[in-house]
């Protein structure tokens, strides 16, 4: 008999392209998709998955515990990948409740459904559920800022600035309390930058793109100096597989795309992609619509992951660099006249 695994926020950002791919890639896998379908949520971006026997949509909210005991009870869930979060730092700042509300008490309704489904008490798990696993997707913000130097590692002290960093941080403690607390099989990952196909346009390059092509201000934060370390989405989906199978219960991965680039450099580099692929009518670049706007409140100025603990003991690698990646990217929505 199929397992049934549960992902959670399965049409968000990540979790849309996560889903297919886990979809293709393990069709012993009978995959429950959770979302709300709050703004950031479309049902668009999982169009691969329709037809497959082996996937079903559920709407609704991590916050409604009862929903989550139901759909562990009536599809004997034997595993969890979890998405769902608030993730909008500018959001967190203006309306930070409901932040804490989905990352942390969401968090805990599936932590605590799943203890109960799998286990009998504390450190004793039930005949048939040992390979029963939680995995926890977080992320590097938890970590707070770093200077023009060094990485964060797993080690790295948690030190979060925004309430969303801070409501992941907490969720994160969640995880790792019900390892340590319950024996709870929990894995997780502190991930960087995600960009890709699909990303909701608040976000940095799908904003960009989309007010290049629109003839609208480029806005940047301060002077663009803040630095990030970018991921290809699929790189991530690729991590999050192997962790989910092959990690350690208990620990934490960094999942990190060795590629620094600060917000000027972006939006430059996707300027000069759309002079090439989709010139202005005047003639003129792209980068004539840059706009540098006030800075963000308690904004972070570096984030760099150090992620040679999943390279070397579960043997991941990135498969896309930035330069090959933000092409893609920027080819993805213009296809789809962003």
């Known amino acids: 008999m199929a397992k049934t695994i549960l992902i959670t926020g399965g049409a968000g950002f990540i979790g849309s392209n996560f889903v297919p791919y886990f979809c293709k890639e393990h069709p012993e896998y009978n995959i429950i998709n959770l979302d709300k379908l709050t703004y950031a949520g479309n049902l668009d971006n999982l169009s691969e998955c329709e037809g497959m026997d082996n996937y079903r949509f559920v709407q609704g909210d991590i916050c409604d515990a009862k929903l989550i005991d139901d759909l562990f009870e009536q599809n004997d869930i034997r595993g969890v990948i979890h998405f769902a979060a608030e993730s909008h730092v500018d959001n967190s700042i203006t309306g930070p409740r409901e932040f804490i509300n989905t990352n942390i008490v969401g968090t805990f309704n599936l932590l605590d459904a799943a203890r109960r489904h ?100 480029l806005p940047i934060y301060g002077k663009g100096e803040n630095v990030r370390d970018w991921l290809y989405v ?16 208990g620990q934490t991965y960094n999942i990190g795309g060795h590629n620094e680039r600060n917000n000027i450099t972006i939006v430059k580099k996707i300027c000069e992609i759309l002079d090439e692929k989709s010139p202005r009518s005047d ?18 100025f570096r984030y760099a992951i150090d992620a040679s603990k999943l390279e070397s003991e579960l043997g991941w690698q990135a498969q896309e660099n930035f330069d090959t990646g933000i092409i893609k990217t920027v080819e993805w929505y213009l296809n789809r006249k962003c």
């Open 234 to 249: 699929l790189d991530h989906c690729r991590a999050i597989d192997l962790i989910f199978h092959n990690g350690v219960s």
């Open 283 to 300: 003639g003129h670049s792209y980068s004539e619509q840059i706009t540098f706007v006030a800075d963000r409140a308690g904004h972070d």
């Open 118 to 217: 799998w286990m009998l008490k504390p450190g004793v798990v039930k005949p048939g559920y040992e390979n029963c696993r939680f995995h926890h997707i977080s992320t590097d913000e938890v970590y707070g800022a770093l200077g023009k130097e060094g990485f964060f590692t797993e080690n790295t002290p948690y030190a979060p600035n925004s309430p969303y960093s801070a409501s992941k941080a907490s969720s994160d403690f969640l995880v790792r309390a019900y390892n340590h607390t319950f024996g709870m099989n929990v894995t997780t990952s502190n991930c960087s930058n995600n960009y890709g196909p699909k990303q909701h346009h608040e976000k940095l390059i799908p904003l960009i793109i989309s007010n290049a092509l629109a003839g609208k201000p």
